[in-house]
């Protein structure tokens, strides 16, 4: 369990931070005197043009948090809030419109080399190469990292099994594979880098029951052993509430709450009992986590041994 001390360095950091779409291109002079107006106004942001017939849609609307050294931080929120977008700037695929986002210090802008050597990142439709199996894209992924062909083989055989995959898995094309088993390849491709930062975007959507809690367990086991600081975003309230040191509830591109979840759980009144993460979420967003039709053609997949 994560217990900040008076050393705890602040891992990840965003300052009002800002992530709009479908905005119409601006001169890069116009850009330059609208800086100089923000700053005389404090930060605050101009009105913006949209493309023609489209709608400026604010997917991340002034966010500000910060995510301690060796933490795992959790992000809530229902389709739609945010979350990915916002996986999508710590990562440095987005930059943000407004704010700044540093991770152990570095600016993601002005050091974004430095910080995509300390981070890596688990999304929810991971891309592999199909017809090639998990040794041979982790290899491939390890190589792009500078990690040498043995020491990605041994440290991939690890973690696969650690994870639950078997071993004659190994060498199977991935096409072959469940999406929760390749889930499974995602998690050990990511870590293959040793990131001191690791965002995972709902890295267990899909899989079966034991899979999800041998993932969860592998997650606390690259905090503990590994000191790694973990942000997730998850749809499912028993994982958050389990692994989560700290949660921040994410509502139309706005942080609505942010605690540890008992913390959170003390903010909603439930007739004296204690009500549960879903309950809390429900008041304070009064939207469902997943929305009904997301769930109507939902089959659960087949695990393959």
Known sequence: MFKPTNNTQVAVLVDDVVKQFNVAAVPVWRKLIRRSHQAAENGNSTELKARRGKEVITAVDHVTFNVQQNEIFGVLGPNGSGKSTLIRL???????DQGRIEVFGLDIEKNDMQVKRLINRVSVDAAFFKKLSPKENLLYGARLYGVSGPEANRKAKEILKRLGLRESSYTSPMEDMSRGMQQKVAIARAFLSQPIVLLLDEPTTGLDPRSKLEVQAFINELRDTHNATILITTHDMNEAD?????????????????????GLKKLVSHNGQ?????????????????????LTDFVPEKVLA
């Open 242 to 262: 389990a692994i989560c040191d700290r949660i921040a509830i994410l509502d139309e591109g706005k942080i609505v709450a942010l605690d540890t979840p008992d």
């Open 90 to 96: 710590l990562s440095t695929l987005l930059l943000p």
């Open 274 to 294: 204690t009500p549960s993460l879903e309950e809390v979420f429900m008041q304070l967003t009064g939207k469902e986590l997943v929305e009904k039709d997301d």
